[in-house]
């Protein structure tokens, strides 16, 4: 595949999503792999969040407020909507995009330990087919690329990035390895794409980074 390529299928018999969890996949929606072009700036673990601030700046542009919850989640109307994988396949780096257009998996049928609903752009009024959007998406992606990437060699300024990151300056539940528990603050990006917490220890409050697990809402 050449750097932008895509590959769009109408639905997937094995569709997975992040720690292989399997991924609904009925048509009428977008599952989409992307070239993702070499050579860019920075290391290579920002790349999820730099995707997933794109996808949350493209709906933007069609009037859907959306963010991205690090790592990989896009988030429209208080439920899940869409996600991202980066992997690379015969040394390309190729970005899975799933993004829930006319449907979404009923309640049931997600994980046990699922943090929010999921839902649909139709629900937040944006009427599309899958093909037209996937192919307005990536013209999107190649030109932000190239305005904030190619021409600068560098990746967007953090503050610019975060002003689309979910959970900004709010308490979150932190959840790394398997009994890892705690809550925290979010504060922000790191430089190479982890998450910066403020984390009470020992009586204290502690800045950290982290770089897998997840965050989801405070338990109610």
């Not at 895509?6 to 599952?31: D, I």
């Not at 649909?120 to 990437?149: N, R």
């Not at 021409?151 to 790394?176: H, W």
């Amino acid at each position: 595949m050449a750097p932008w390529d895509v590959v769009l299928a109408v639905s997937q018999r094995g569709g997975r999503g992040q720690m292989r969890r399997a991924w609904e996949s009925p048509p009428g929606n977008v599952y989409a792999a992307l070239a993702w072009p070499s050579g860019f700036p920075g290391p290579e673990i920002f790349l999820p969040v730099f995707v997933g601030y794109l996808l949350a700046e493209y709906l933007a542009t069609k009037g859907v407020t959306a963010s991205f919850k690090w790592p990989n989640d896009l988030l429209a109307g208080g439920k899940k909507v869409g996600g991202t994988l980066l992997e690379e396949r015969g040394g390309r780096l190729v970005a899975g995009m799933g993004i829930n257009l006319s449907s979404a998996p009923e309640t049931e049928k997600l994980r046990p330990d699922h943090a929010f609903p999921a839902g649909s752009l139709a629900e937040s009024g944006l009427f599309l087919p899958p093909v037209p959007l996937t192919a307005d998406l990536v013209k999107f992606l190649q030109t932000c690329y190239h305005d904030c990437v190619t021409a600068t060699c560098s990746f967007p300024p953090l503050a610019r990035i975060e002003r689309r990151l979910a959970f900004l300056g709010r308490e979150v539940l932190v959840r790394e390895g398997g009994s890892d528990v705690y809550m925290a603050r979010v504060l922000g990006l790191a430089g190479d794409g982890g998450l910066r917490l403020m984390r009470r220890v020992d009586g204290t409050n502690r800045e950290c980074v982290i770089h897998s697990g997840g965050i989801t809402p405070p338990l109610t």
